[in-house]
C-alpha cells in the first residue's frame, strides 16, 4: 500500500495519506486512531448508499461510535445553510472536540466537512475518505477546507488538515464518466504546472482505457506533487498557488452558470486552454502549447471551449473577488513551458479584453 506523507503546520504536524485497493473493506486498521470516540461520518445522498453501510462497520470494527450525516449531492450543497445543518447534527450527537468528523465523498462533502470540523468547537479531529478522483488527488490534500458563497467559489473557508487520507482506488469504479473526466482534468494539471514527464505519459497513454490500469500509480504521483506544494508552502502565499492554474476564471465559469451546471474539473479544462492562450498572447508561454494541451484534453473527452453567451466584463467582476485578486488585478497561473509555471498580476481591463479575442 503506498503511503504519501504530508508535512502540515502545527499542532497537526504531519499526517499519511494511504492509497491502494480494497482499502475500505478493511479499513478498521487504518481507523484506530477513532477508537473510543465518535464520529460524525458526513457524506452525500448518493455515496451514502454505496459505502456508507461499510464504513459505519469498519468504524464499528475499530472501536469507535458512530452517526451518519446525510446532504443532497452537488456544489450547491457546499453553502452557509447545509453548513449549518451539520453543526445542528454534531450537536445533536453529542461531538466533543476529542471526537472526529469523517468526509467521505468528493470534494463537496470534503470541503464543507472540513470546514465545519474546523469551526466546530474551534476544531476536531478531522479525516478525508475521498470517492473521487478529483477529491483523491487535489482536494483531500492539502488541508483548504471552504463553502461557496453566492458571490463566488470558496470565499468562506480555513486551512485545516486532515490527519489521515484514505484513497481506495476501487471506488472510482461506481464513478460515472463525467464525474471521471472531471478528476482527470485535475491530473492533467499536474502535468502541465510541475510534471512534464507525467503530461508526455499521458500524451503516450492517449485515452481513458489505456490510463485505467496505471490510475493508482498516477494518483500516487499527484499526490506525491500536491504534498510537496503543501510542505514548501503550507497557507497559499507563494509557490502554491501555480495549483490554481486553470482556477480562476473555472470559478468564475461555475458561479456564471450556476454551481452545479460545470464540474469544477471540467471548469478548470477550460480555464486551463484559457491560461495557456493568455500566456502566448503575453509572450510567457511558448507557442503551440495551447494547441498541445487542447489535444491532450481531448483525448480524455474534456471539454476545451468557453461556453457562449458568458459576458467577459461579469465573468471578470466575479474574478476580482478571487481570493488572488490584488487591488486592481488578478493574479493568473500562466505556463513558462510545459511542467513549469508562474503567477503574474494581469490587470482587470487585460484580462476583459483577453476574453474579449477568445484568448
Not at 498557488?241 to 469544477?264: D, I, K, P, V, W
Not at 480555464?271 to 498541445?292: F, I, K, N, S, Y
Request: aromatic share 6%; charged share 20%; net charge negative.
Amino acid at each position: 500500500m503506498p503511503i504519501v506523507s504530508v508535512s502540515a503546520p502545527a499542532p497537526q504536524s504531519e499526517y499519511d495519506i494511504h492509497i491502494g485497493h480494497g482499502l475500505l473493506e478493511d479499513a478498521a486498521s487504518l481507523l484506530a486512531m477513532c477508537r473510543g470516540r465518535r464520529v460524525a461520518v458526513v457524506t452525500d445522498d448518493h455515496v451514502a448508499p454505496l459505502y456508507a453501510d461499510g464504513l459505519l462497520a469498519q468504524l464499528e470494527a475499530a472501536g469507535a461510535r458512530a452517526c451518519l450525516c446525510v446532504l443532497p449531492e452537488g456544489e450547491p450543497t457546499k453553502c452557509p445553510e447545509q453548513l449549518a445543518r451539520l453543526y445542528d447534527a454534531f450537536l445533536d450527537a453529542h461531538i466533543t472536540r476529542a471526537d472526529y468528523v469523517l468526509a467521505l465523498g468528493g470534494g463537496v462533502m470534503g470541503d464543507l466537512a472540513g470546514y465545519a470540523a474546523c469551526t466546530y468547537l474551534r476544531g476536531v479531529h478531522f479525516i478525508q475518505v475521498p470517492t473521487t478522483l478529483l477529491a483523491q488527488v487535489d482536494s483531500s490534500v492539502g488541508g483548504k477546507v471552504a463553502v461557496n458563497h453566492r458571490q463566488g467559489k470558496n470565499l468562506l473557508g480555513a486551512f485545516y488538515q486532515p490527519e489521515r487520507v484514505i484513497i481506495d482506488c476501487d471506488v472510482l469504479r461506481t464513478l460515472d464518466a463525467r464525474q471521471f473526466g472531471a478528476g482527470l482534468g485535475e491530473v492533467i494539471k499536474y502535468g502541465c504546472i510541475a510534471d512534464r514527464a507525467l503530461f508526455e505519459r499521458l500524451e503516450a497513454l492517449g485515452s481513458r482505457e489505456a490510463l485505467l490500469p496505471r490510475l493508482d500509480k498516477v494518483i500516487g504521483r499527484c499526490c506525491e506533487i500536491k504534498a510537496r506544494y503543501v510542505r514548501e508552502d503550507p497557507h497559499d502565499h507563494g509557490v502554491r498557488m501555480q495549483l490554481n492554474f486553470g482556477h480562476t476564471l473555472a470559478h468564475a465559469l461555475e458561479n456564471a452558470m450556476g454551481y452545479g451546471t460545470l464540474l469544477h474539473g471540467e471548469a478548470v479544462c477550460i480555464g486551463m486552454v484559457a491560461a495557456a492562450g493568455w500566456g502566448e498572447a503575453l509572450g510567457v508561454t511558448p507557442a503551440g502549447t495551447q494547441a498541445r494541451l487542447e489535444r491532450l484534453l481531448r483525448a480524455y473527452d474534456l471539454p476545451t471551449q468557453m461556453p457562449e453567451g458568458l459576458s467577459p466584463k461579469n465573468l471578470v467582476e466575479t474574478m476580482a473577488l478571487d481570493k488572488k485578486a490584488e487591488g486592481s488585478s488578478v493574479r493568473v497561473v500562466l505556463l513558462t513551458d510545459i511542467g513549469a509555471c508562474t503567477a503574474m498580476p494581469l490587470e482587470r481591463g487585460q484580462l476583459a479584453r483577453l476574453l474579449e479575442r477568445g484568448v
